[in-house]
T-cell receptor, first 110, second 114 residues
Framework: DQQVKQNSPSLSVQEGRISILNCDYT??????FLWYKKYPAEGPTFLIS?????DKNEDGRFTVFLNKSAKHLSLHIVPSQPGDSAVYFC?????????FGAGTTVTVRA | DAGVIQSPRHEVTEMGQEVTLRCKPI?????LFWYRQTMMRGLELLIY????????DSGMPEDRFSAKMPNASFSTLKIQPSEPRDSAVYFC????????????FGSGTQLSVL
């Protein structure tokens, strides 16, 4: 069963605009949520995280929002840059294990 | 730090052969995770270790798969015998004490079983 879902397989955005990536989860026991970024032929790289007791975390151009009642989180990238073109994975932590979404491929157009 | 190091980067083998994937975690990290990424199943956890001890191997698909961690700086994932459906990218990740949820990944091993 897939506990973490990213329903949009791809997103195309113009350089300088906002990218919004969405993620839904089913397990209310998850205590941390993370976003990873992955380039081709590389491993996932940690981007930003949020604790389940918070509703927002910001790091430079990246902001993650958590809506626990809706079991939904989102990643905002502002402004989007060409180097942001990658696959983004949402992940949720239950104890020591991470459950990953299927990923969203972001393409930033010049 | 050099990060998590995996070898080989690519492995091509024939069905029935034994395959061994290797991983060196980040120094000081006490958790080590093995993942497999496929188009159909995405990124799935196979097994993880804490202080060299296997904690949860519920994701290991079959008895053909085995993993060991003889010391804090080395782990192997072995497939014997290999099958074409084992073709995937295998990732190793590690995390430091107290932050097991924050995992750092290696570059992966692309395995092709013909």
């Amino acid at each position: 069963d897939q506990q973490v879902k990213q329903n949009s397989p791809s997103l195309s955005v113009q350089e300088g605009r906002i990218s919004i990536l969405n993620c839904d989860y089913t397990n209310s026991m998850f205590d941390y949520f993370l976003w990873y970024k992955k380039y081709p032929a590389e491993g996932p790289t940690f981007l930003i995280s949020i604790s389940s007791i918070k509703d927002k975390n910001e790091d430079g151009r990246f902001t993650v929002f958590l809506n626990k009642s809706a079991k939904h989180l989102s990643l905002h990238i502002v402004p989007s840059q060409p180097g942001d073109s990658a696959v983004y994975f949402c992940a949720a932590s239950g104890g020591r294990k991470l459950s990953f979404g299927a990923g969203t491929t972001v393409t930033v157009r010049a | 730090d050099a990060g998590v190091i995996q070898s080989p980067r690519h492995e091509v083998t024939e069905m029935g052969q034994e395959v061994t994937l290797r991983c060196k975690p980040i120094s000081g990290h006490d958790y080590l995770f093995w993942y497999r990424q496929t188009m159909m199943r995405g990124l799935e956890l196979l097994i993880y270790f804490n202080n060299n001890v296997p904690i949860d191997d519920s994701g290991m698909p079959e008895d053909r798969f085995s993993a060991k961690m003889p010391n804090a700086s080395f782990s192997t994932l072995k497939i014997q015998p290999s099958e074409p459906r084992d073709s995937a990218v295998y990732f190793c990740a590690s995390s430091e004490p107290g932050t097991a949820f924050l995992q750092f990944f290696g570059s992966g091993t692309q395995l092709s079983v013909l």
